[in-house]
T-cell receptor, first 116, second 111 residues
Framework: NAGVTQTPKFQVLKTGQSMTLQCAQD?????MYWYRQDPGMGLRLIYY???????DKGEVPNGYNVSRLNKREFSLRLESAAPSQTSVYFC???????????????FGPGTRLTVT | GENVEQHPSTLSVQEGDSAVIKCTYS??????FPWYKQELGKRPQLIID?????GEKKDQRIAVTLNKTAKHFSLHITETQPEDSAVYFC??????????FGKGNQVVVIP
């Protein structure tokens, strides 16, 4: 199993350009997430999808859109990139949280995005 | 929403000593508290977690304790080794399938 995969690994954009970050998981998880990680700011949730066909805003959704293409894939789109969106982006997936037991979010390797 | 804070931001310890990282949370409905470890350039990975009906949980050299009254939980690493050097994130959830992460603590183990 590959787990959670993300493409691309690195990207440089100019201000105003658009791009889509791709994420796929092969663990048959229902829930998927997009986070951004900035120095000293921890992991901040951008959008998440509790199940196929649903998406919800997280803590920092402005400037982003998402698509849950199917159960496996969850993409993040920047329509008009800004320097403030320079960050490392992580996708994650998990099974539905249940009473008791361990609930784990499995992270992808990350995409390092620079907007100039 | 839930607000999770971590202290201290950076912790340096001598190899073999213990390290303790403390987190506080704001939502009294939170009932699940995991810790994730992120090595330099790698992805975060779950290392231990605890639910609100348990006060302490151990797994070899790491342990987590929870004080629901004070709304704080701590990660304890004993007999630290160089491979323990990493950023550690605490998180909290009230069962809504989301995690609220703290800002992270850098742990440096000095050989």
């Amino acid at each position: 199993n590959a787990g959670v995969t993300q493409t691309p690994k690195f990207q440089v954009l100019k201000t105003g350009q658009s791009m889509t970050l791709q994420c796929a998981q092969d663990m048959n998880h229902n829930s998927m997430y997009w986070y951004r990680q900035d120095p000293g700011m921890g992991l901040r949730l951008i959008y998440y999808s509790a199940s196929e066909g649903t998406t919800d805003k997280g803590e920092v959704p402005n400037g982003y859109n998402v698509s849950r293409l199917n159960k496996r894939e969850f993409s993040l789109r920047l329509e008009s990139a800004a320097p403030s969106q320079t960050s490392v982006y992580f996708c994650a997936s998990s099974e539905v949280m249940r009473q008791g037991g361990t609930y784990e979010q499995y992270f992808g390797p990350g995409t390092r995005l620079t907007v100039t | 929403g839930e607000n999770v804070e971590q202290h201290p931001s950076t912790l340096s310890v001598q190899e073999g000593d213990s390290a303790v990282i403390k987190c506080t949370y704001s939502d009294s409905a939170s009932n699940y508290f995991p810790w994730y470890k992120q090595e330099l350039g790698k992805r975060p990975q779950l290392i231990i977690d605890i639910r609100s009906n348990v006060g302490e949980k151990k797994d070899q050299r790491i342990a987590v304790t929870l004080n629901k009254t004070a709304k704080h939980f701590s990660l304890h690493i004993t007999e630290t080794q160089p491979e323990d050097s990493a950023v550690y994130f605490c998180a909290a959830s009230n069962g809504n399938n989301r995690l609220a992460f703290g800002k992270g603590n850098q742990v440096v183990v000095i050989p």
